[in-house]
């Protein structure tokens, strides 16, 4: 044997012995939080109140005349459920000063007309709904260039034929931001607890970023402001990616990656952008680079009445304290049939994860 050969030999040997600095991530367990009542199907939006621990979850059960906004206490009981009827619901938001849950209703997916609604937090069947804005019809941004390695460009033309209104939040001054997925818009509506049922609602952003050629094909999804209001921070569920809208440029760019169906957003405490990726059935964190550095929770299967085990396509996310609940919407998407778990769905399911961050950015 050549020197050569024991040299390469002897370090083989002693890589064998040294540790490994790579660890897989401490995902933890996604624990069941409540269970929508029967009938109610493929919950998207969620918010919480955080003085008294409610969280109000949102269904979007498009073509059934079974759509509802739903009360759980801190503890997931049930305490109440208000009807919308054949009108799917997505995004919701709390408002802290007025105690009212504002909604995304997309009306234009059953003949009403999309909107903006909210009631009182502590509604009852009978509560009535108010109204608090129409949905602009801007028509889809403009067509994307898109530059190839090879020096050619690619062209993709959006189209819309229908206002779809999804995430919702609030400044600090009481101003409503609002995506829209299908027309690659973001919305703002200034001060809507006071000017209702008739507010004025402004395009803030109207980029081909915003927009969607891909799969899930929805566009501006979930939507997070960072803690000094000078960024708003856009998923794009069907390019994979989380934007950054400057607020006083109003320029969009790309912050992150390959976040299979990122959806809904939330910013934690320590700064930290939480990402439902809904492809992928869990949730990643961004450090404020875009990088990821912690993947929460994982789909483990059908329980035997019929719910997921874990996570099954994260819509949207709401932090209390350290905990993060979770809407798994479980929507069947493709027309091919047995090629999804969500297809073996019964029961439809809240989640609830401890945020836990592993390796060197660990701060908890």
Known sequence: MSTLHRAVLFLLACLAFVPLQAAAWERGKAALFATLPDGARFPEGITADPAGGDIFVGTFDAGSPNNQLLRF??????EAARAFGTTPLLGLEFDRDTRKVYIAAVGDFSGTGSRIQRIAANFDAATPIEEVALIPAIGAPAPRLVPNPDGSTDTITFGDNARVPNALTFDRAGNLY?????QGAIFRIES???CAPACVVTTLAHDPLLATAGFPPFGANGIALNRDESALFIANTGDDRVL???????QVTVFAESINGADGLAFDERGRLWVAANQADELVALNENGRVIAKLGDFEGIRKNGA???????????ILGDDIFVTNLALPLTPTAGDEPEEDVRRYTISRLRARIPGPDRQD
């Open 73 to 78: 206490d801190r503890h997931g009981r049930l």
């Open 178 to 182: 609002v995506s829209d997925s299908f």
């Open 192 to 194: 809507p607890a006071t």
């Open 244 to 250: 950054r809208l400057d607020m006083q440029s109003r």
């Open 308 to 318: 997921p085990d874990g996570l099954l396509f994260p819509a949207s996310i709401v």
